[in-house]
């Protein structure tokens, strides 16, 4: 029997996160982003579909690359303004019981020691639902935010992560026994002290003695999910990541980054299924051929062409406001997503910067766009699942929440009907989710675990 896949809500607490210029659209409820309602009322959507997770991105930074200037962005709404995604889950949790959250947080500009307790408070209060999508930060002025003079180079950023996981893993792992807190009413002892420990860390990048403030949470270290492609990213997730978000956008890279990620966490010593892989994918669904080639035609008329060259300008560094049409444009490690910036220069290096504004012009020759019946997305889902060994999906949606409303209603019911798709939820944790029969807690093989009673004695 072919394995169920994994779906999770691909969100941003912003006005256009990934399909651009779909807000002004009179169905689009994307402008209601700042209301909480909005949220509760998505949380809710998507438990009904039984999906894994919303999985809520960031940036702390503007898309400043397009014609040397964050006007464009925004004038457009390209992810400007955004709010932060860890104070959206509180009032969603509440709603829901069973749906989890991936909220984005960059490494590289504040304190482990914060982080952890936010991320520990945030698996408390939706009860062992959480995780973290571990990113680094591409965006220069985004350093420039947190007081640094210049953005931190990419193999550096790596390198910082690195050193902020260790931190955390010993915070969440290491700081606290799991039988510490006993709530004893007789001797009025809450917590025992001789099972709450200093970590007294020592690094390159962070000094952090501890311990953690927060009692262990449900899942102690909330899931790990990690989007990077690159050399550095794929070795960082090989030794982190519960989750990997593969983001290229042709079956054969993904399919490439896939196998290169499973044959890195057996090196490490994880093994090959320690990794769930996603893809994202765009999705338009119609119950006949004729809908759906509507609804594809009345989003492409919308597409904000603009609005995805200011995206991609802050991916991959480039300015394609200053490049001519037919120019070839040449990988140059510009310290942005570096994996970005080199699928996209295979393209324009081969036929010209015109052959990557193309694309952005009319998606449907990208291998992760999928229009059709219900049926015909279904086989197509399937088709990508089974060429590229990708374990689920990253969900985009073209309209909120009509997108998601025609997953849940149309798409999940024949997926279900296949096999492909849970018809409950079991277990209640993510990690369990993710990883039926694992527990709640990190395995052993992974490299977080060694922290465990590692602190006892000091």
Do not use: C
């Not at 509440?94 to 959250?101: I, M, V």
């Not at 996981?165 to 004893?184: Q, T």
């Not at 794929?234 to 519960?242: G, P, S, V």
């Amino acid at each position: 029997m072919s394995k169920q896949l994994h779906f999770n809500a691909f969100e941003m607490n912003t006005v256009s996160h990934i399909n651009h210029g779909l807000w002004v659209h009179p169905d689009n409820r994307r402008h209601e982003y700042t209301d909480i309602e909005y949220w509760v009322e998505t949380a809710q959507l998507l438990e009904r579909g039984l999906f894994d997770a919303m999985f809520i991105a960031d940036v702390v930074g503007t898309y400043n690359v397009y014609r040397g200037s964050r006007d464009a962005a925004v004038e457009r709404g390209i992810q400007i303004p955004n709010n932060d995604p860890y104070l959206i889950v509180p009032a969603m949790a509440a709603a829901t019981r069973d749906l989890g959250f991936a909220v984005t947080f960059a490494t590289t500009y504040e304190s482990p020691f914060a982080n952890a307790r936010r991320l520990s408070t945030l698996d408390h209060l939706t009860k062992g639902r959480l995780a973290w999508n571990v990113v680094t930060g591409y965006l220069p002025d985004a350093a420039k935010n947190f007081g640094l003079s210049e953005q931190v180079t990419h193999d550096v950023r790596y390198e910082v992560a690195e050193e902020f996981l260790d931190v955390s893993y010993k915070l969440w792992e290491g700081s606290w026994d799991r039988d510490a807190v006993i709530r004893d009413r007789e001797r009025a002892v809450y917590t025992n002290p001789r099972g709450v420990h200093e970590i007294g860390h020592v690094g390159k990048y962070f000094t952090v003695d501890g311990p953690h403030l927060s009692e262990p949470s449900p899942q102690g270290t909330p899931v790990i999910y990690q989007a990077g492609s690159s050399g550095a990213g794929k070795l960082f997730a090989a030794n982190n990541a519960e989750g990997v978000f593969v983001s290229s956008r042709t079956l054969a890279e993904v399919a490439k980054n896939v196998a290169d990620l499973r044959e890195l966490t057996e090196q490490v010593g994880r093994g090959r299924d320690a990794i769930k892989a996603l893809a994202s994918i765009n999705i338009v669904l119609g119950e006949t051929e004729a809908e759906a080639k509507r609804k594809t035609e009345e989003v492409l008329a919308l597409r904000d062409v603009h609005g995805y060259l200011v995206h991609l300008g802050g991916g991959t560094g480039i300015d394609f406001s200053a490049v001519a049409n037919n120019e070839k444009l040449e990988y140059k490690g510009r310290g942005h997503i570096e994996s970005a910036e080199a699928e996209h220069t295979r393209d324009a290096k081969a036929n010209g910067a015109t052959s990557v504004i193309d694309k952005l012009n009319d998606p449907r020759g990208d291998e992760f766009f999928v229009s059709g019946t219900v049926e015909q997305v279904a086989d197509r889902i399937e088709e990508i699942a089974e060429v590229t060994g990708v374990d689920g999906f990253n969900l985009v949606q073209y309209l909120s929440p009509g997108t998601f409303t025609d997953v849940v209603e149309l798409l999940v019911p024949e997926l279900q009907k296949r096999g492909r798709y849970r018809t409950e939820y079991t277990e209640h944790t993510l990690r369990e989710r993710l990883f039926p029969g694992q527990g709640s807690q990190l395995p052993d093989t992974h490299p977080a675990a060694a922290y465990r009673g590692a602190f006892g004695d000091k």
